[in-house]
């Protein structure tokens, strides 16, 4: 499994390069490689629809015992199909569709990133691995949507996309840390997710922030409300893209995690109830707004947010055999969908559905793709998209009660609006007049309608027969999510949905009724659903725009307000936020007193050395001629030089002298032509300053101190001052340390000051060449 | 400063204080000393010569430029770590040999030894760098 | 008498600090060396509350007569004094270059780029 990831990120390493040296075949090597893969997996399809997971490890860092955990089970391997299956084709088809666009190479490369990321994402076992693949989907999907990066519009909704899902990200890390320590109790963070423990996350005091975190995380990757504004702008990003990413993959990202912690977190209180609500409501809302555009991929993209939707609400309302059978179809529709409609775009001249009219008659076989896929898409029988659709709203009806009916209008609705948008899309341009009929248009060629038209019969042929590997897939699936083996057969056969009628039955038939209905009536709904939105103004696109205007504002603000240009200003901050800092710490230790060091024995010559030094530094800032505060300054040296004499360290002392030596004649081989010791500063700015040095002197003296008082654990020079003979040969220990123990360290240290000769040779003596001097 | 008795003092404290700084380099491992303040005081030499008599004179006393000097002791201090490397040990761990120096047996002489002559020789050209380029700009 | 210098740490801090805030590029420097004798005397004088005799073993012996001052403090000022007086003196040659090049030593007046002026 490790390999299928690496292999797929080796050939994104080499894809530029290819496209170069071959040209546009190189897509179909590709391409050819991404659907092997997809073999692969499928040959695993045996072992894990039989109900053993495969476990691999690919040790990572084995001194930390630290290993790239991957599972297959019924969930990852739907997911694994669905990547490598929809992303070989795709594949194939951007060969033609984008073969002759200067940045294929890097399209390739991006794309078949994404695809193994998505692949990490979905194998991972653990938590962090997994988030890291998941942050990757994110930058991948925001280089592929602002592909076209000389756009301004794709660029700002490939900002708009990473900073949505990026925000989610980081709710998403901190949810799952949170959920990792609530697991592992007092064991430390459990990260491996087939090892979170429900019971206690359920006891833990965590799991409320940590569920909430995880859930916009989620929402925010799969568009759900109020995250969903995102989605639809995601299609400045070209029509592989949104084929692959923005319908069956990436968003459902969100989806997966969902599923994946599910059987961790369906006990929690507000879990199942928010994927419920959330579900819906965004089902409902993705399809209602999906109806009020016409442009191919706008639609499909509000009708992927209502899918979406509806996943998450099933996911909560624990119909795991639902959601499998509705993921798997919309996938295959929808990739097929998209496809279609990127190669209508390209061959009719316009992305307006209300426009085109009769391309069928030109795309002999992309019309047929079209057609199948827009049926599944409506949910008619017999295709797959049909099963999804009774199985979703049987899943509402068995809610029970008030909330079953609630449910049931919803989905129905949601289902008659998919109805009115599927015809809109797939059969309205393709086969009913319209102002707008391309001439001379020409089928596209055989890499762009192939792929279609697979996953279009696909839709059919498992619709047909689910038996083919459709109910295993589903049944392992619903296992995954379950924790065990699901209780109930999964019936996706035809017989059993179809006879006797029943109510999901009958709702359906009502639904395709009414879009027909709608679709009939088109122009008047859609100025009716034109009012019905003007509230869109106030809507999460808005807050949205808001939040990051105002944030640049503020940002804008706080930077004149800090980054000024005054050094003082910025010295301030610096004293001062120390200070508080300090400070604040100080106050909060306990019984400050007891660090406090016992006074100790006082003689004269101590007090004297005290007050030289005290008095020199009061000087240094009052005296106001420049060779005064110099003296004042080696007065301190001096006065310190005498105490490192007096209390052990002539080494200091010796070395003490000699500087402030050196620094004296420095200062006065140069200060002699120094402006005069100006005073600048106003009496006000003066005592503001003073306070404000006698704070962090105050704090100073309260550090020093405590940590006289208290000492935590024995010094490590007892052992250097034990080693210095019999190990380093040396008795002066403090030289021991500078050339031996710590000799890295020095050796640092004289590099510094080999810098600063340098620095200040070079300032004297490099002078601005003739002609800046002439300029002057 | 044209002191006759401080340009006399001068040239008589030159070679003390340089004596001075190798035997504070030499015993530093031991004793009170070392590079450092062997490299201090040996520049402090160079420095009051070249301030009491001239600057050239001083230079010419050095006999290399104390870019050469920086050089040669950041190289040596570098050098002094690599033994170790050749018995795989970290780098700059200390190595030991016995020698016979004067008539002086199993003297120890190791590399932390050979580092702080490096550190002596960069802090000699260090300060004798700064305080010769003022010098010469200013004086 | 360690109590009468951790004061004495504090004071140093201080008045380095009120330095450093003057719009003179001159006390600047100034308060950068009072606050380095602040910092090297704190470490000092934290990691040796005890008067110490200093940290050199007798020849014939292998430890150093208790009680001895701590040397690795000792090790590290050591290396900070010869630091700063690195970093002090290029202070104060860049001070005196600023002020040949734009004949000022107010803060407050750098502010231009070094483009501007070239």
Redesign the interface.
């Known amino acids: 499994m490790h390999t299928t990831v690496l292999i797929l990120l080796l050939l994104a390493a080499l894809a530029p390069m290819g496209v170069r040296v071959i040209g546009k075949s190189a897509g179909l090597i590709i391409a050819t490689v991404s659907l092997a893969i997809t073999g692969w997996y499928a040959s695993r399809f045996g072992i894990v629809t039989a109900g053993a997971p495969i476990l691999e490890t690919m040790s990572w860092v084995p001194s930390l015992g630290v290993g790239v955990e991957f599972l297959l089970d019924g969930l990852s391997l739907t997911f694994a199909l669905l990547i490598c299956g929809i992303g070989g084709l795709v594949l194939l088809y951007t060969s033609s569709y984008l073969g002759d666009s200067p940045g294929l190479g890097r399209f390739y490369a991006t794309l078949l990133t994404f695809m193994a990321s998505m692949l990490g994402l979905v194998l991972a076992n653990n938590l962090i691995v997994m988030f890291i693949f998941w942050e990757l989907t994110s930058i991948t999907s925001f280089l592929l949507i602002g592909f076209d990066f000389h756009r301004e519009s794709a660029r700002r909704c490939a900002w708009q996309a990473l900073v949505v899902t990026g925000l989610g990200g980081l709710c998403l890390l901190a949810g799952i840390i949170l959920l990792a320590i609530a697991s592992g109790g007092s064991t430390g963070p459990e990260f491996a997710i087939r090892e979170l423990d429900p019971g206690a996350i359920l006891d833990s005091p965590l799991a409320g922030a940590s569920v909430i975190l995880t859930l916009i995380g989620c929402f925010s990757k799969s568009a759900i409300v109020p995250f969903h504004f995102w989605l639809p702008n995601a299609m400045e990003a070209p029509s592989p893209v949104s084929a692959l990413l923005h319908s069956a993959t990436m968003v459902k990202a969100g989806v997966y995690l969902i599923a994946r912690l599910e059987p961790t977190l369906n006990e929690q209180r507000f879990w199942s109830d928010s994927l419920v609500a959330f579900g819906a409501t965004t089902m409902l809302l993705g399809a209602a707004l999906a109806t009020r555009h016409v442009a191919f991929k706008k639609l499909l993209a509000y009708s992927t947010v209502s899918s979406l939707g509806i996943l998450v609400m099933l996911i909560g309302l624990g119909a795991y055999a639902a959601a499998a059978t509705y993921l798997i179809a919309h996938a295959l529709f929808k990739a097929c969908l998209f496809l279609v409609a990127g190669t209508a775009t390209h061959i009719a001249g316009t992305k307006d559905t209300e426009a085109i009219g009769h391309l069928g008659r030109s795309m002999k076989i992309s019309r047929w793709s079209a057609l199948l896929g827009g049926l599944s898409l409506a949910g008619v029988a017999p295709f797959i998209g049909f099963a999804g659709k009774e199985l979703t709203i049987k899943s509402g009806l068995n809610a029970g009660g008030l909330e079953a009916i609630l449910l049931a209008i919803a989905i129905g609705l949601a289902a008659a609006l998919t109805v009115f948008a599927s015809i809109q899309v797939a059969f309205k341009p393709f086969f009913m007049p319209g102002p707008h009929k391309p001439e001379h248009a020409q089928e596209a060629t055989w890499p762009e309608w192939l792929g279609p038209i697979i996953l279009a019969t696909l839709g059919l042929v498992l619709g047909l027969a689910p038996f083919l590997g459709m109910v295993p897939l589903v049944e392992s699936f619903g296992a995954s999510l379950a924790g065990a083996p699901l209780a109930d057969d999964v019936t996706l056969g035809l017989g059993y949905l179809l006879w006797p009628p029943s109510i999901p039955l009958g709702i359906s038939v009502l639904a395709v009724v009414i879009g027909i209905g709608l679709f009939m009536g088109r122009s008047p709904y859609r100025s009716l659903l034109a009012k019905t939105f003007a509230w869109d103004r106030f809507g999460p696109e808005r807050t949205y725009d808001r939040l990051v205007g105002t944030t640049l504002a503020s940002a804008q603000v706080l930077t004149n307000a800090l980054q000024n240009g005054s050094l003082r200003s910025y010295t301030r901050i610096i004293v001062l936020t120390a200070t508080a800092c300090v400070a604040l710490a100080t106050l909060r230790i306990d019984a400050v007193a007891s660090y406090l060091p016992s006074f100790g024995a006082l003689t004269p010559f101590d007090v004297m050395l005290a007050l030289t030094i005290a008095a020199s530094a009061v000087s240094a800032t009052m005296i106001r001629s420049r060779l005064g505060a110099i003296a004042a300054l080696s007065g301190i040296g001096f006065a310190i030089a005498v105490y490192f004499v007096l209390h052990g360290a002539p080494d200091l002392a010796g070395t003490q002298f000699a500087v402030e030596t050196l620094i004296v004649i420095i200062f006065v081989l140069v200060t002699h032509r120094l402006p005069r010791f100006a005073r600048y500063t106003t009496n006000l700015s003066r005592s503001i300053d003073i306070v404000i040095a006698l704070g962090l002197g105050s704090v100073v003296t309260t550090l020093t101190l405590l940590a006289m008082g208290s000492t935590v654990a024995s010094p490590v020079s007892d052992f250097q001052a034990a080693e210095a003979v019999p190990s380093a040969y040396g008795r002066n220990v403090i030289n021991v340390i500078l050339v031996d123990y710590r000799a890295i360290d020095t050796l640092g240290e004289v590099f510094v000051l080999a810098v600063a000769a340098i620095g200040v040779f070079t300032l004297l003596t490099i002078r601005p060449s003739r002609e800046a001097e002439a300029t002057r | 400063m044209n002191s006759v008795i401080f340009q006399v003092a001068a040239r008589v404290l030159l070679p003390v204080m340089l004596l001075l700084s190798v035997v504070?380099l030499l015993r530093?491992?031991?004793?009170?000393?070392?590079?450092?303040?062997g490299g201090?005081?040996a520049?402090?030499g160079y420095?009051l010569y070249a301030?009491a008599v001239n600057l050239p004179e001083s230079r010419r006393l050095l006999h290399v430029h104390?870019?050469t000097l920086?050089s040669t002791?950041?190289l040596i201090?570098?050098l002094?770590?690599v033994p170790a490397l050749l018995v795989d040990q970290p780098?700059?761990k200390?190595k030991?040999i016995e020698v016979t120096i004067a008539g002086f047996e199993g003297v120890?002489f190791?590399t932390?030894?050979v580092?702080?002559v490096?550190?002596y020789l960069?802090?000699l050209?260090?300060?004798l760098?700064?305080?010769f380029?003022?010098?010469?700009?200013?004086? | 008498m360690n109590i009468i210098l951790a004061f004495c740490c504090g004071l140093l801090a201080a008045t380095g600090t009120y330095m450093l805030l003057r719009r003179s590029f001159v006390k600047l420097v100034i308060g950068l060396a009072l606050l380095s004798h602040a910092a090297n005397l704190l470490i000092y004088i934290v990691a040796s509350p005890l008067l110490g005799r200093p940290p050199l073993v007798r020849a014939g012996e292998t430890q150093p007569p208790a009680p001895f001052a701590d040397p690795l403090p000792g090790a590290l000022i050591l290396t900070a004094i010869v630091i700063s007086f690195g970093v002090v003196a290029f202070t104060i040659v860049l001070i005196k270059r600023t002020y040949e090049e734009i004949g000022t030593d107010d803060l407050d007046q750098m502010t231009s780029t070094d483009r501007d002026l070239c």
Do not use: C
């Open positions: 504070f530093g491992h031991n004793e009170p000393g070392g590079g450092f303040i201090l005081v520049a402090s420095i301030l104390p870019r920086i002791g950041l201090a570098i002094s770590g780098f700059m200390g030991w120890k190791g932390p030894f580092f702080d490096g550190v960069v802090v050209g260090v300060t760098l700064m305080a380029t003022l010098e010469e700009r200013y004086q």
